[in-house]
């Protein structure tokens, strides 16, 4: 049996996973189903919490840099496109650590050639698929369909399922789990040249807890004040009948979906216009999974969204699977390529990011939408007779400490993984 660890999915959690057991001295191998990596989808955040861990990684504010930029505000705006809450993120704030926005392929990618770097072109299988496990005496045997249909095993001491919301892992080791779950939220996505709102680098929450926009840059300002704007447009609708199309992220037209945002119109922004000028659209339901009991089944472990699909309302699912892969490595470090690693790792957060799926679910920060709806209809002059100041922050204090990015907490943190930690033997 090979004292290796295999990681199914090579996705931004699978590959921080990979360059997490490197850096501890752990051999691994990737499989990924993907004939070929790719620069896909839009906009993505990383909170102070997960850009702390690519930084013990080795990964500088360069490689950052190139790939988004540093969130400095985290905006609410009301319909009426008067303020609801605001506040500073990343070093702004006083973290230790920025927050970047950033193009989630950019990133992706960016991941893989740093693993391809320091493990090597074999390090990573793509073409092939993960169809299943069988536990061994001694570790895992991972049943795989390569790239001409062929069926082959690999062993390892260890599986890990980074394999996303559709993950085979999760679905042998939970195979009564429900179905994908959609609340009745769609969402389009896109990126546009446009000039940054409010600052260069500001998220932007606006309308109601049912029909939003959010709006935000991935890259710096060019010499003309432009940057790659990501936007989301966003409406809840009936869900009875489940969804309804093929897939749950395709390609569409900014006509299919417009009419919803005519009435978007500001002195500081023109939603219709915004979306008008787009050079990409995408549309997907807004989905997740329920929570389920455990991410573990002795020498495999779930995690990202394999283990916890969130909705993107918090913007922290890739940054929970950053910090999944590192308290991983943790626990390997100190107790070795085992499954009693693994069990504590499910011990520390299944618990926690389970009631975090939940909260997401009800809206996360967006939250203070739905507590605005509830008691003006979303119409007010001035927020404070709405909402006091301190319900607001204390509303937000909570969701961060839910995300494990509570600022006091994070910056007296000790690192997840010492400097020059080495597991190096085995189980």
């Not at 074999?122 to 390569?146: N, P, Q």
């Not at 009419?259 to 989905?287: G, R």
């Not at 100190?334 to 990011?353: H, Q, S, W």
């Not at 003006?376 to 204090?397: H, L, N, T």
Request: glycine share 12%; charged share 20%; with cysteine.
């Amino acid at each position: 049996m090979s004292d290796q660890v295999i990681i199914a999915g090579g996705g931004i959690g699978g590959l921080t996973m990979a360059l997490t057991l490197h850096q501890i001295g752990v051999a691994c191998t990737v499989i990924e189903s993907s004939p070929e990596m790719l620069a896909l989808g839009v906009g993505i955040n990383i909170q102070p919490n997960a850009v702390r861990e690519l930084y013990d990684l080795g990964i500088s504010s360069d490689d950052l840099d190139a790939v988004g930029v540093a969130a400095q505000e985290w905006a609410l705006v009301g319909l009426n496109g008067k303020e609801v809450y605001s506040e500073s993120r990343g070093l702004k704030a006083g973290y230790k650590w920025p927050q970047y926005a950033a193009h989630r392929g950019e990133l992706h990618m960016m991941l893989y050639r740093k693993v391809v770097e320091r493990l090597g072109e074999d390090a990573v299988l793509l073409g092939t698929k993960v169809l299943g496990y069988d536990i061994e005496a001694s570790g895992v045997s991972v049943r795989l369909r390569g790239p001409a249909g062929k069926e082959d095993k690999i062993q390892g001491r260890l599986l890990i399922g980074a394999d996303g919301i559709h993950s085979a892992i999760r679905a042998q080791m939970h195979p009564d789990q429900p179905p994908i779950h959609w609340g009745g939220a769609v969402m389009w996505r896109g990126t546009v040249r446009a000039k940054p709102l409010r600052t260069e680098s500001s998220f932007i929450g606006l309308g109601t807890h049912r029909h939003r926009m959010v709006i935000y840059p991935i890259s710096k300002p060019d010499a003309e004040g432009k940057a790659l704007v990501n936007w989301i447009a966003e409406v809840t609708m009936d869900n009875d009948g489940g969804w309804q199309h093929q897939g749950w992220f395709r390609p569409t037209q900014v006509e299919d979906f417009i009419h919803h945002f005519k009435e978007f119109k500001y002195d500081w922004l023109d939603v219709p216009e915004m979306l008008s000028q787009t050079d990409c659209a995408y549309e997907n339901p807004m989905i997740d999974r329920d929570p389920i009991p455990t991410w573990i089944d002795g020498p495999v472990a779930l995690m990202g969204d394999a283990a916890h699909a969130m909705y993107p309302t918090g913007s922290n699912g890739a940054s929970q699977a950053i910090v999944d892969a590192r308290i991983i490595g943790a626990q390997i470090l100190e107790k070795g390529v085992t499954a009693e690693a693994l069990e504590a790792y499910n011990n520390m957060l299944c618990g926690p990011i389970s009631e975090l799926v939940l909260r997401n679910r009800g809206a996360g920060p967006f939250g203070l939408l739905n507590i605005l709806n509830d008691r003006c209809g979303g119409v007010f002059e001035d927020i404070e007779d709405v909402i006091p100041s301190k319900e607001r922050a204390d509303f937000m204090a909570k969701y961060k400490a839910a995300a494990g990015f509570a600022i006091d907490k994070l910056n007296a943190a000790k690192p997840t993984i010492p400097p020059n930690a080495r597991q190096i033997q085995a189980g």
